[in-house]
C-alpha cells in the first residue's frame, strides 16, 4: 500500500488505483490482478537495500549539467561488418535492422571508421554484423584492428554482437579488448527453427552464454519477449539458462516485427504475459540488474509495459512512456534520470548501467514540476499547428528485437 494526502488527511491506496493519479496513464487498463501480485512482491522486499530505477529519457532537458551532456546521434554508433547483408533472413528482422547502420565490410573500414566517429564525439560503438547459415558472425579478420582500436583509443567502449560462439572465439574477442559481449538467449527449439532458419539448438546457445562468462568482458545477454511469431514460448527456459550461468546484467525487450512476412505474421505481445514475465524474471535473478531496452510495440501496449516494468522493479528502462517516471516516484522507488538521447540509451543499456551513482536523483515534486511543464509545451505546441497532435517516437528505428543479425 502507498500513502496519499487528500485535504491533509492520509489515505492508503492500492498500486491499481494510485496509477489513476499519473495523468497520461489514469484511462490505461491495467490487469488488476497482476497489480496486486506485483505490488505483493514488492511488500516482501521490505527492509532490503532496493536499488534505484534508472530512467533513460530524451525529456528532463532542463537537467542537463557538465558531466550530463546533450549529445548527437553520434553518440554510440552501429558498425557492421558485412554492411546489410545476413544468410539467415529471420522472419521478425530480414537483415533490415542492418541497413541504417555503418558498414565495415574490412578491417581496413573498420580502422577508418572508428577514427572517424571518435572525431565526431562517439564514446563507443556496437558492432555487430549478419550471421552466416550457422548463426555465426565471422570476425575473426577483425580481432588485431580491435586490438589496435582499443590500444590507441583505451576509452573508446566496444561492445559486440557475439551470436553463437564457442569458448576459443570467446577468448578471442576477450583478448581483442571487447568491453561487452551481447547474445539473444533463446529457449524455444522451435523458434530457433521456425523463427531464425536456423538449424542449430537450445544448447548452442546456453554454451555460448556459459563460454562468454568466463571471460572478463562483461556478459548483458538479450531475451526477446514474444520471438515465437508474438507469443512467448521459451522465454522462461532462456530465464533459467541466464540463471545457472550468472551474467553483469540482462536486457529484456519485446519484439517489434517491423519487416516480417505477410506469409509469417507477428502478432503484438500481449502485455499481461509480459508483465508477468517481467515478475518472474525479478525473482529468478534478484540481484541481477534488469533492464527493458528501447525495443517494444508502440501506443497503448508501450504504457501498459512501462508500468509493468516498474512495478515488477526492473532496474532500468530505456526511453519510458509519459507518466511511467511519476508513476515510478509515486510508488516511493528511488529515481534516476539521464537525460539521453537514443544512443546514449543504448551504450549505457549494453554496458550494464556502470556506475549505480550515474544520472541525477529525482524526488516527486521535482519530477511532477518537469512533467507538468513539458506537458504544458505540448499542448502548446499542438495548439500551434491547429490540434494537429505532435508525436515524437525516439528510438523507433533501433534495433526493433536484437534477433539473428548477429544481435
Same mark, same amino acid.
Given at each position: 500500500?502507498?500513502?496519499?494526502?487528500?485535504?491533509?488527511?492520509?489515505?492508503?491506496?492500492?498500486? *491499481?488505483?494510485?496509477?489513476?493519479?499519473?495523468? !497520461?496513464?489514469?484511462?490505461?487498463?491495467? #490487469?488488476?490482478?497482476?497489480?496486486?501480485?506485483?505490488?505483493?512482491?514488492?511488500?516482501?522486499?521490505?527492509?532490503?537495500?532496493?536499488?534505484?530505477?534508472?530512467?533513460?529519457?530524451?525529456?528532463?532537458?532542463?537537467?542537463?549539467?557538465?558531466?550530463?551532456? #546533450?549529445?548527437?546521434?553520434?553518440?554510440? !554508433?552501429?558498425?557492421?561488418?558485412?554492411?546489410? #547483408?545476413?544468410?539467415?533472413?529471420?522472419?521478425?528482422?530480414?537483415?533490415?535492422?542492418?541497413?541504417?547502420?555503418?558498414? %565495415?565490410?574490412?578491417?581496413?573500414?573498420?580502422?577508418?571508421?572508428?577514427?572517424? $566517429?571518435?572525431?565526431?564525439?562517439?564514446?563507443?560503438?556496437?558492432?555487430?554484423?549478419?550471421?552466416?547459415?550457422?548463426?555465426?558472425?565471422?570476425?575473426?579478420? *577483425? *580481432?588485431?584492428? $580491435?586490438?589496435?582500436?582499443?590500444?590507441?583509443?583505451?576509452?573508446?567502449?566496444?561492445?559486440?554482437?557475439?551470436?553463437?560462439?564457442?569458448?576459443? $572465439?570467446?577468448?578471442?574477442?576477450?583478448?581483442? @579488448?571487447?568491453?561487452?559481449?551481447?547474445?539473444?538467449?533463446? @529457449?524455444?527449439?522451435?523458434?530457433?527453427?521456425?523463427?531464425?532458419?536456423?538449424?542449430?539448438?537450445?544448447?548452442?546457445?546456453?554454451?555460448?552464454?556459459?563460454?562468454?562468462?568466463?571471460?572478463?568482458?562483461?556478459?548483458?545477454?538479450?531475451?526477446?519477449?514474444?520471438?515465437? *511469431?508474438?507469443?512467448?514460448?521459451?522465454?522462461?527456459?532462456?530465464?533459467?539458462?541466464?540463471?545457472?550461468?550468472?551474467?553483469?546484467?540482462?536486457?529484456?525487450?519485446?519484439?517489434? !516485427?517491423?519487416?516480417?512476412?505477410?506469409?509469417?505474421?507477428?502478432?503484438?505481445?500481449?502485455?499481461?504475459?509480459?508483465?508477468?514475465?517481467?515478475?518472474?524474471?525479478?525473482? +529468478?535473478?534478484?540481484?541481477?540488474?534488469?533492464?527493458?531496452?528501447?525495443?517494444?510495440?508502440?501506443?497503448? +501496449?508501450?504504457?501498459?509495459?512501462?508500468?509493468?516494468?516498474?512495478? %515488477?522493479?526492473?532496474? @532500468?528502462? +530505456?526511453? !519510458?512512456?509519459?507518466?511511467?517516471?511519476?508513476?515510478?516516484?509515486?510508488?516511493?522507488?528511488?529515481?534516476?534520470?539521464?537525460?539521453?538521447?537514443?544512443?546514449?540509451?543504448?551504450?549505457?543499456?549494453?554496458?550494464?548501467?556502470?556506475? +549505480?551513482?550515474?544520472?541525477?536523483?529525482?524526488?516527486?515534486?521535482?519530477?511532477?514540476?518537469?512533467?507538468?511543464?513539458?506537458?504544458?509545451?505540448?499542448?502548446?505546441?499542438?495548439?500551434?499547428?491547429?490540434?494537429?497532435?505532435?508525436?515524437?517516437?525516439?528510438?523507433? @528505428?533501433?534495433?526493433?528485437?536484437?534477433?539473428?543479425?548477429?544481435?
Amino acid at each position: 500500500m502507498t500513502e496519499e494526502f487528500c485535504c491533509g488527511v492520509s489515505v492508503m491506496s492500492n498500486w *491499481y488505483d494510485l496509477v489513476q493519479h499519473v495523468e !497520461p496513464l489514469e484511462d490505461l487498463p491495467l #490487469d488488476r490482478d497482476l497489480v496486486q501480485s506485483l505490488e505483493s512482491d514488492w511488500a516482501s522486499l521490505a527492509g532490503r537495500d532496493i536499488p534505484p530505477v534508472h530512467f533513460y529519457t530524451p525529456t528532463f532537458k532542463s537537467y542537463q549539467t557538465s558531466e550530463l551532456k #546533450d549529445c548527437g546521434k553520434s553518440a554510440w !554508433p552501429a558498425v557492421s561488418i558485412t554492411g546489410g #547483408d545476413c544468410k539467415l533472413q529471420c522472419d521478425h528482422c530480414k537483415a533490415k535492422i542492418l541497413e541504417p547502420m555503418i558498414p %565495415a565490410r574490412t578491417p581496413e573500414d573498420l580502422w577508418r571508421v572508428v577514427n572517424g $566517429i571518435i572525431e565526431d564525439g562517439a564514446q563507443g560503438m556496437l558492432l555487430t554484423g549478419g550471421s552466416n547459415h550457422r548463426n555465426e558472425v565471422e570476425y575473426d579478420n *577483425y *580481432y588485431s584492428t $580491435i586490438r589496435r582500436i582499443k590500444d590507441e583509443f583505451p576509452d573508446f567502449r566496444i561492445a559486440m554482437h557475439t551470436a553463437l560462439v564457442d569458448d576459443n $572465439i570467446a577468448q578471442s574477442m576477450e583478448q581483442a @579488448g571487447i568491453d561487452a559481449a551481447m547474445m539473444d538467449v533463446i @529457449g524455444s527449439q522451435d523458434t530457433i527453427t521456425q523463427v531464425y532458419h536456423l538449424r542449430r539448438s537450445v544448447d548452442d546457445f546456453e554454451a555460448t552464454l556459459e563460454s562468454l562468462v568466463k571471460t572478463n568482458m562483461k556478459v548483458v545477454p538479450h531475451i526477446v519477449i514474444g520471438l515465437h *511469431y508474438g507469443r512467448l514460448l521459451g522465454e522462461w527456459n532462456a530465464l533459467e539458462m541466464i540463471q545457472r550461468h550468472l551474467p553483469d546484467a540482462v536486457v529484456l525487450v519485446v519484439v517489434m !516485427p517491423f519487416y516480417a512476412p505477410e506469409s509469417r505474421p507477428f502478432v503484438t505481445p500481449d502485455t499481461e504475459a509480459v508483465g508477468r514475465f517481467f515478475m518472474d524474471a525479478r525473482k +529468478a535473478l534478484p540481484e541481477t540488474p534488469l533492464l527493458l531496452g528501447c525495443a517494444r510495440p508502440p501506443g497503448q +501496449a508501450k504504457l501498459q509495459i512501462d508500468a509493468y516494468a516498474v512495478m %515488477a522493479g526492473l532496474n @532500468g528502462i +530505456a526511453h !519510458p512512456s509519459d507518466g511511467v517516471v511519476e508513476l515510478a516516484a509515486r510508488l516511493e522507488r528511488r529515481i534516476r534520470v539521464t537525460p539521453a538521447c537514443c544512443s546514449i540509451a543504448v551504450g549505457d543499456e549494453v554496458m550494464a548501467v556502470e556506475g +549505480a551513482n550515474s544520472g541525477i536523483e529525482l524526488d516527486l515534486n521535482t519530477i511532477l514540476a518537469e512533467e507538468k511543464k513539458r506537458r504544458e509545451l505540448a499542448r502548446v505546441s499542438a495548439s500551434g499547428l491547429g490540434g494537429i497532435r505532435v508525436v515524437s517516437q525516439a528510438g523507433a @528505428g533501433m534495433a526493433a528485437s536484437g534477433g539473428c543479425c548477429g544481435t
